[in-house]
């Protein structure tokens, strides 16, 4: 049995990995580890730990980490936290591998941990780039511990390979998230309006806004330009989702506690809406608007518009559904009055998903597999390219 260990700590990662998740637990020749951190432990984002247990999975361990603290400071005592925790994790529990999804720091913190215990890591979502977000350099430096790799388009394949990775420890999967809306049986419009207490009423728009963690302080005044948009739109009904635990992440969720309160007829708000909710609440939305990666990887397979806003996700393949503006009143007004014009619509119906793979989930567990059958090699050699 090999035992391993997959690390989450945000509602939106472990919608993501549950795939992975269950054919691990479900392998013959697997043990799972569990390990949930960051996010799931704190009751100011939901205490989401508690849907991975309802969905009938073990937590191996719950490290905890969060500091409460809402500056650069705080994200790096709390990665020192991390690290420690970590850190004894895997001396005492010795996985044979490592799974690590995307680029938050405390999945940086989970690969140096596992990089000094000499444990191989397979990593999701390498090569992807993000020009407004420390997300861009710890992914990057992820890819760099990792042993086995799964790009979700082939352009990024091609980037973890010029950064020294060997071609043949380099897999394009496509995206997890793309897999899922295929693969889970999603809410009718009453199971779902049930749940969440909300009636969907065209136009309705999904709003998820996180701080751009490369900028000094724009969060407030950034998501407040998309605030004086949504109140000159009278006609939206909006669904807010809140921001991560990153620096400035609770002035935007403070925002959208208040304008909710004064705007509770045709808005709401959820901590956490879960993967099945979420991607229920999409098949009803007119539009989707903020700077989340799921506006682009996810949701252009609804076939509706997303509006990407500001540098957070600058540099990510993107569908044809996808409208990026900047951070101005004027920008963001532009595009909503785009996106939602019949035109544009017509013309992005039938839109192709650059995110779309075959098999994802099954395809990264095979690899693993086979991978461990063989035995990875810890000492990595760097892969030169022919340079021009």
Known sequence: MKKICIVTGTRAEYGLLKPVIEKVNNAENMELQLVATGMHLSPEFGLTYREIEEDGFSISAKIEMLLSSDTGAGATKSMGVALLGFADYFEGKRPDLVIILGDRYEALMAATAAMMARIPIAHIHGGETTQGAVDEAIRHSITKMSHLHFTTTQEYRNRVIQLGEQPQNVYCVGALGVENIKAVSLLDRKALEDAIQFTFRPPTVMVTYHPVTLENKTAAEQFGNLLHVIERHGELQVIFTKANADPDGRIVNQMIDDYVEKNRTRCAVYTSLGQLRYLSALQFCDLVMGNSSSGIIEVPSFGIPTVNIGDRQKGRVSADSVIHCGNEETDIERALIQAMSPGFKDNIRGTVNPYE????????????????????????????????
Not at 361 to 388: C, W
């Open 357 to 388: 793979g075959k098999h994802t989930s099954k395809q990264i567990v095979e690899v693993i597999e086979e991978a461990l059958e063989r035995g990875i090699d810890i000492k990595k050699k760097f892969y030169d390219q022919e340079m021009d």
